[in-house]
């Protein structure tokens, strides 16, 4: 009986189970929700891009000058722009030393020339007295350089001549008791003053230029794919290749919390290549760097560092995308029409800033994810910013 019963109960357990399952009620069935992370797209267009050439560099006098006393004297005056800082002209008288013996030399060798004229005179009309008598006389032929005291006369020419000399002499000395500016200038620095004794070739200052200044930039051997640099060849002038108008550059620093600015342009690249950081020097070049220009802005001063943006070619057709769209080294995200992941290997020409500039690897159109993915699994399904999730109703 108790087997019976025990049948029983699991007849009536297995039979329950069965229509259970039998009748289990159907799902409803509804659309998929698009899962995963919402991102930020664009759509990339082709454009024409300029690019230009980030380099830094310091400011540098065109000409730097060691101003050198030429004869011995004492200092009587020096000129208010003779101080470190001060600027002068071309000319402009910048020391004065004690004339007084150069004067009385000069004085002395015009003394010594007026008697060697005398005496050239004199012997001069001995030779004609000569050559006279000799006619009167009658004798036929030449007479002998002897007899026309030639010699005599040779010799008080080349008296004359040397006196002449010494006076040139003595006057370029006395020139040279005022210690003028070769060209238009600042002082550098001031290395002697008013009552100190100087001898020849003592240096007494040193001055640069001011016409214009000059920047070396030190550019990557990459970068020359986007500039045009000015280059000098064997037999070429160098004057010419300066004056061949050049590349635009800006230099800018930062002056008083304030960015000042000046345009300048590339004149010649340096002869040599960095062997340790295979960079070439550009050389930039301003005029008249000291002028002021009414903005408000300092000079652009011999030893400033600034920072310098050389004009480059324009890339044609190209995607002008975020840098930080870019992640894996050239690696972009771009979203299907189906809003899934795509991974795309792209070539890019030229970085600036936050912006690059692709040239293979994108379509006209695509959508470019904007937002960092974690993880960005081939295939993978994100939602996109913006769009709307259609449901059906349930």
């Known amino acids: 009986m108790r087997a019976l019963i025990a049948l029983a109960i699991l007849a009536a357990s297995l039979f329950a189970a069965w229509w259970m399952i039998a009748h289990k009620p159907e799902a409803q069935r509804r659309p998929p929700i698009p899962t ?10 082709r ?36 101080r470190n800082g001060g600027f002068f002209e071309k000319g402009d008288v910048l020391l004065e030393l004690d004339p007084s013996d150069y004067e009385a030399e000069l004085a002395a060798a015009r003394e010594a020339l007026a008697q060697a004229e005398a005496d050239m005179a004199e012997e001069q009309a001995r030779a004609d007295q000569a050559r006279e008598d000799w006619r009167r006389l009658g004798k036929g032929g030449d007479p002998a350089p002897l007899v026309l005291r030639e010699p005599q006369l040779a010799m008080a020419r080349a008296k004359k001549d040397a006196k002449a000399a010494q006076v040139d002499r003595a006057l370029r000395d006395l ?76 230099l800018w620093a930062e002056i008083g919390g304030q960015r000042a600015e000046w345009q300048g342009t590339i004149v010649r690249t340096e002869g040599t290549i960095n062997p340790r950081t295979q960079e070439i020097v550009a050389v930039a070049q301003v005029d008249d760097p000291y002028k002021d220009r009414g903005d408000g802005h300092p000079p652009l001063k011999v030893g400033q560092f600034v920072e310098a943006e050389i004009e480059g070619r324009t890339l044609e057709s190209v995607f002008w995308i975020p840098s930080s769209a870019i992640r894996e080294g050239n690696i972009a995200i771009v979203i299907s029409p189906e809003n899934t992941i795509q991974r795309r290997d ?49």
């Open 36 to 45: 995963g992370q919402t991102v930020e797209v664009a759509a990339v267009q």
């Open 47 to 82: 454009q024409d891009v300029p690019t230009a050439v980030r380099a830094h560099g310091r400011v540098k006098a065109r000409t730097e000058t060691a101003l050198v006393a030429e004869v011995n004297g004492r200092i009587l005056a020096v000129s208010p722009a003779f």
């Open 175 to 250: 020139e040279r008791t005022e210690i003028r500016a070769p060209y238009a200038g600042r002082v550098l620095a001031q290395l002697a003053d008013i009552g100190q004794y100087v001898r020849a070739g003592t240096e007494v200052g040193n001055i640069y230029a001011v016409d214009y200044a000059e920047i070396p930039l030190p550019l990557r051997l990459s970068d020359l794919a986007f500039v045009d640099l000015p280059e000098q060849f064997r037999g070429g002038s160098a004057a010419a290749a300066e004056s061949g108008g050049g590349t635009p550059v800006t």
């Open 346 to 394: 792209l070539t890019i020409a030229w970085e600036s800033g936050d912006r690059s500039a692709v040239t293979a690897g994108l379509d006209e159109g695509d959508r470019l994810c904007l937002t960092p993915l974690p993880v960005a699994a081939e295939g993978g399904a994100v939602k996109i910013k913006g769009e709307t999730e259609r449901r059906k109703p349930d």
